[in-house]
């Protein structure tokens, strides 16, 4: 008899969706949602979000740009047009160093101020992401639109 792994379908499916709901979320990151972090003397900088829950999120820059420490305090936008944004305040919890692609990037772990007022529009935000990346469809061209 031959010996062989045990595949946990739950556990493979789970990962799955996991993997899906994080490409649907960089979507809406990188083609709507803006986010940027303020840094005295150099203004604001964009920031690759990597993933978010409704306690933080994490975010990935290159390494040449710095990094922030643990402990420390950011202030953070997250923009939905040129003009206006929800301004929120990190705590960094963790900093990682990683490469990609042959790139070298500071990724940075990071919990929300739940005090601040803006917060539950953060977190009804969080809500919608998740709900969207859960239930979103890929359109393959089956279908064709039509404008009226």
Not at 27 to 40: M, P
Not at 53 to 78: A, L, Q, V, Y
Not at 84 to 92: D, F, G, I
Not at 113 to 132: G, N, Q, R, W
Request: charged letters at 30%.
């Amino acid at each position: 008899m031959s010996e062989g792994k045990v595949v946990q379908f739950g556990e493979a499916r789970k990962a799955k969706q996991d993997e899906v709901r994080r490409n649907y979320e960089r979507i809406l990151f990188k083609r709507i949602l803006g986010c940027y972090t303020f840094i005295e003397k150099l203004g604001l900088k964009s920031v690759d979000i990597v993933d978010i829950s409704k306690s933080g999120c994490s975010f990935k820059w290159p390494e040449t740009e710095g990094s922030f420490n643990e402990g420390e305090e950011i202030d953070f936008r997250f923009y939905f047009s040129q003009n206006t944004y929800l301004p929120m305040t990190l705590t960094v919890q963790r900093v990682e160093k990683i490469v990609e692609n042959g790139l070298s990037f500071c990724h940075h772990g990071c919990t929300f101020d739940t005090d601040l007022s803006s917060y539950p529009a953060i977190e009804k935000m969080v809500e919608f992401i998740h709900a969207y990346s859960e239930t979103a469809k890929e359109d393959k061209g089956e279908a064709q639109i039509w404008y009226l």
